[in-house]
């Protein structure tokens, strides 16, 4: 029996549940070589003792940390103004519930602070990375990797030669909404593309140049940055080259509520003047005025197929495909 205002051990767990010391040892490191009835009264004994695991001398036996870093390398504003990236992390989050594996979530909003993040993301700190929003070829996954650290990767990465990404397959999600306003009777169709340093910016401007190819139309094509703000000045701009344009498919759902402000103020209906469809199916899009057509994806999901992964490769497993691509559909609202 633990004496009163110390800490139990081990060995009184292991008395106390009638087994060795290394029994015990198996079942707080969870190890499969238990078991069933050993392992109910370990946990029993645990509880009944009150015993919590030395987590700095475990790490230096099992050489793990029990920890996963969710790294977003993005601003304030767009975590935590865009829902996407709260998809991610509760759908990351669900899926290591039950695993034993903390979740830490590391901000890199500048240049110094991903800096240091690659400093403190090393095996000594973390047991595995997942990587959401990267831009251009981005060195830190293959340092990570080399490392020894299990890396996934959120979105399709631009010039990486990933080991294992979960991504959308974001060319034909546009290509279905390209398509869509086309088979409406869309001539001027206009895009509000994505940055063009990220995987999915490429992608989904490549789904609707494929779309306008197919039909023999001519692309107008505007950028902005997946926020609203910037759709508002790409609407504005986009307006001023192609007056008469009678579509417009934005890359993600923040900038087509920014082009839906554009053409209200501007006195065009939609859908009659202008279609608009978007790409997302965030909350914010069936709220619109008027509800918002768009790709449905579910960040809930990639975030669940990501940690699902990085949870093989901690643990060693044979991962079948290393590379997940989920299948987005097209939801007609009303204002395309």
Partial sequence: MAVRGTRP????????????????????????????????????????????????????????????????????????????????????SAALGDTGLQLLLALARSPDEYARLEEYLTPQHVDGVLLTSLHAEDPLPGKLEAQGVPTVLGGRPPGVSAVSYVDVDNRSGARQAVDHLVAAGRRRIATIAGPQDMGVGIDRLAGYRDALAAAGLPELVSYGDFGEASAVAATEEL???????????????????????????RGRGVPGDVAVVGFDDSAAASLADPPLTT??????????????????????????????????????????
């Fill in 295 to 336: 790709v449905h994806q579910s960040p809930e999901e990639m975030g669940r197929e990501m940690a699902r992964l990085l949870v093989s490769r901690i643990r060693g497993e044979a991962v079948a495909d290393p590379v997940v691509i989920l299948r987005p559909h097209l939801v007609l609202r009303d204002s395309a």
């Fill in 9 to 92: 051990t081990l060995e009184q767990v292991a008395a106390r549940a009638g087994v060795g010391r290394g029994t015990v040892s198996r079942v707080v490191n969870g190890s499969p070589r238990v078991s069933p009835q050993a392992r109910e009264a370990v946990r029993r004994a645990i509880d009944e003792l009150g015993y919590v695991p030395n987590r700095a001398a475990r790490a230096l036996v099992t050489r793990r940390t029990d920890t996963v870093a969710l790294v977003v390398a993005e601003s304030d504003q767009r975590l935590f103004g865009e829902p996407y990236f709260a998809g991610i992390i509760r759908g990351t």
């Fill in 239 to 265: 307006l001023a080259r192609e007056p008469r344009l009678d579509a417009v498919f934005a890359a993600d759902d923040p900038m087509a509520l920014g082009a839906l402000r554009v053409l209200r103020r």
